[in-house]
């Protein structure tokens, strides 16, 4: 997904605001199961919904008010009742602006806990996971 920084996500210091990178990953977080078939109501219908366990970034290089830049996903299943959906932030140029690292689960509704196997819970809901492109993260 492609992004433009506008003039409210800017700090004093004139670059892009450190929480708004979290907006910017759920914009991708989002957009990346739509596009992978997983839609909110077929999920809230199905009685569940993704919840955020945990959170980080790890800033690489600033972007200011009109900076245009590309926000990636890649979605990995462990084995476990959680899954990780990591995203780049990327210049146009190519330089890595942010990553960011989550942690989700994905919870029952009714029950309020977490299903045991997220991938599959997401799948019976819509989810193909081979949509959501791959990509490699700098160490």
């Known amino acids: 997904m492609r992004l433009k920084v506008r003039s ?54 600033e972007l200011r008010v009109g900076d245009e830049f590309d926000v990636t996903c890649e979605l990995r299943f462990g084995g476990g009742k959680t899954f990780r959906l990591d995203t780049l932030i990327t210049k146009l140029d190519g330089t890595v602006s ?25 799948e019976a809901a819509g989810l193909d996971p081979a949509v959501l492109p791959s990509v490699n993260f700098p160490q």
């Open 8 to 61: 409210y996500e800017v700090d004093r210091l004139g670059h892009v605001n450190h929480a708004v990178y979290h907006q910017y990953g759920e914009l991708a977080r989002v957009g990346g199961f739509e596009a992978a078939g997983l839609l909110w109501d077929k999920m809230t219908d199905s009685n569940m919904g993704p919840v955020m366990l945990h959170t980080s970034v790890d800033f690489r290089r």
């Open 98 to 122: 942010a990553e960011l690292r989550c942690v989700l689960g994905v919870m029952d509704l009714q029950a309020r806990k977490l299903f045991t196997d997220p991938r599959q819970a997401l």
